[in-house]
């Protein structure tokens, strides 16, 4: 027996939820099988929705190809109109817990190392001065991994460097906090501290220290190189997340540093068989590491999120 009109369109507001909320966890997941797992469906039952989706909308909003989904173009642009409506109905029962002042509080903060020890650390600490009852979460990750958290949904807020050839993160606000440019860091008798224009050619000869591949200044250090046909020749000898390790390895004899964050650390005291180290500015070779603040969009923010983002926003607001 055929339904009434208006109870089958009664039925399709009531499953369409369920459908958009598919197809946004299936532009995080990348698979219907991925896809299925965090929603703890079938996968058939994943894939009904998306094409009930696409018969909706009268558009192709994913392809497949073998077990990887891509979106379309008209997927993409559905997938950032309906994020934040998905992102703000699971964010209810925090909200509502929130207001009712009964969830226990948590706040978990992913950003690289040298952010954490360096522009970070004053936020930090007012931020327990002032929210004593905060359970406050800092994960130490490279730029690339800090981002993977925040696309887990593991973290509250991201403070990481984004390099060029980056994809966007269309479900996240990225706000601009900092420009840092690339410094050069060698001995004081290498050639290169007293070259006039030091040159990529002459750079990449060199043994190079750098942050991890996971880092936002290593990817963009790679990028530069790859551009310019100097990929293949980078002789990577050492890696580090900390400025002063970056420095100490050039002092003793590793190579030369090409870094953002190790120029503002003043060079180490010369021991016995270390060399005097000097920082050179090569923003005109590599330009600048450009770090954002980084948050889902469309989800509530706790007043105990907000507090610590707006900490963060002024002190490098201060540095600007």
Known sequence: MTKPASTSRRYFKEVRFRQIRSLVELARQGSFAATASALELAVPSVWQQVRALEDEYGVQLVVA?????????????????AAPVVEAFDGLRGVFEDRRRTASRTLTVVAPAALLSGSLRRPIISYRQHHPMVKLVLLDRPSYLARQIMEQDAADLGIMGMAPGDEGMPQFGCVPLARYAFHLMCPADH?????????LEAIV????????????????????????????????????????????????????????????????KRAAGEAEVV??????LFGHEEVFLVRRKGRFEAAHVRAF??????????KG
């Open 279 to 284: 920082v050179r500015d090569i923003a005109g």
């Open 205 to 268: 000869k060199e043994p190079l220290v750098l942050s991890p591949e996971e880092s936002s200044s290593h990817r963009q250090i790679s990028h530069v190189f790859a551009q310019a046909g100097l990929a293949g020749r980078m002789n990577v000898t050492m890696t580090a997340t900390n400025r002063a390790l970056l420095l100490n390895y050039v002092a003793i004899g590793f190579g030369i540093c090409i870094s953002t964050g190790a120029a503002s650390v003043k060079p180490p």
């Open 309 to 318: 983002r707006v900490l963060v926003e002024k002190a490098f607001a201060l």
């Open 65 to 81: 190809e073998g077990s990887k989904v891509s979106l379309t173009d008209d997927g993409r642009m559905l997938v950032d109109l």
């Open 191 to 199: 050639p290169l501290a007293g070259a006039r224009e030091p040159t």
